[in-house]
């Protein structure tokens, strides 16, 4: 079935630092694919997503690349901040089923 | 635009008593899901709808029902409550009709523990 796996967290970075979160998918078809944010105490927000092959979805500084030939969706910042703090999750979307939802990774960064 | 609601916000059971999570969406989304996420984990499915009448086991059913009576409704019932039940519950809702490219949207959560 559809999967989507991420890189074991916690990641702890500095500011300033270059974030790179790594996500991977399987899936039958082509989905869409998302991030979503979890700040503490909070429920998930969208992030970004892409819809097909080489779009690049981008909010908030941060950006993720649809790279079909990797079935990869890597999330990545080039300077992070301290408000950047949250649960990073990878998901995906076919047409006709349900989310499925990464394991999610856990940012800190320390000033 | 209120999106996805969610009460309570917090509750505390004793062992065996029974409650009702509600959760209600005023964007005609066909499809709601049922979370849990435990501290420091990921999100694990409980049940899932795609409309009115239709629900769907998850990965961690068991201790659960829910029902599907109207498209902005979905509760979950906890019949008899254990504390490994002890976690924050999330309801989502998503637009998927043919359009696979809209998002989920989040409550804002309800925790719950149970002593």
């Known amino acids: 079935g559809d999967s989507v796996t991420q890189m074991e967290g916690p990641v702890t970075l500095s500011e300033e630092a270059f974030l790179t979160i790594n996500c991977t998918y399987t899936?039958?078809?082509?989905?869409?694919l998302f991030w979503y944010v979890q700040y503490p105490g909070e429920g998930l927000q969208l992030l970004l997503k892409?819809?097909?092959?080489?779009d690049k979805g981008s909010n908030k500084g941060f950006e993720a690349t649809y790279r079909k030939e990797t079935t990869s969706f890597h999330l990545e910042k080039g300077s992070v901040q301290v408000s950047d703090s949250a649960v990073y999750f990878c998901?995906?979307?076919?047409?006709?089923?349900?989310?499925?939802f990464g394991p999610g990774t856990s940012l800190s960064v320390i000033p | 635009n209120a999106g996805v609601t969610q009460t309570p916000k917090f509750r505390i059971l004793k062992i065996g008593q029974s409650m009702t999570l509600q959760c209600a969406q005023d964007?005609?989304?066909?499809?709601m899901y049922w979370y849990r996420q435990d501290p420091g984990m990921g999100l694990k499915l409980i049940y899932y709808?795609?409309?009115?009448?239709?629900?769907d086991k998850g990965e961690v059913p068991n201790g659960y029902n829910v029902s599907r009576s109207t498209t902005e409704d979905f509760p979950l019932r906890l019949e008899l409550a254990a504390p490994s039940q002890t976690s924050v519950y999330f309801c989502?809702?998503?637009?998927?009709?043919?359009?696979?490219?809209?998002?989920?949207?989040f409550g804002q959560g309800t925790r719950l523990t149970v002593v």
């Open positions: 989502a809702s998503s637009d998927q009709r043919g359009q696979k490219n809209t998002e989920a949207f």
């Open positions: 899936a039958t078809g082509y989905p869409s």
């Open positions: 892409a819809t097909k092959a080489d």
């Open positions: 998901a995906l979307k076919t047409s006709y089923d349900k989310v499925i």
């Open positions: 964007m005609n989304h066909n499809y």
């Open positions: 709808s795609v409309g009115a009448g239709i629900t």
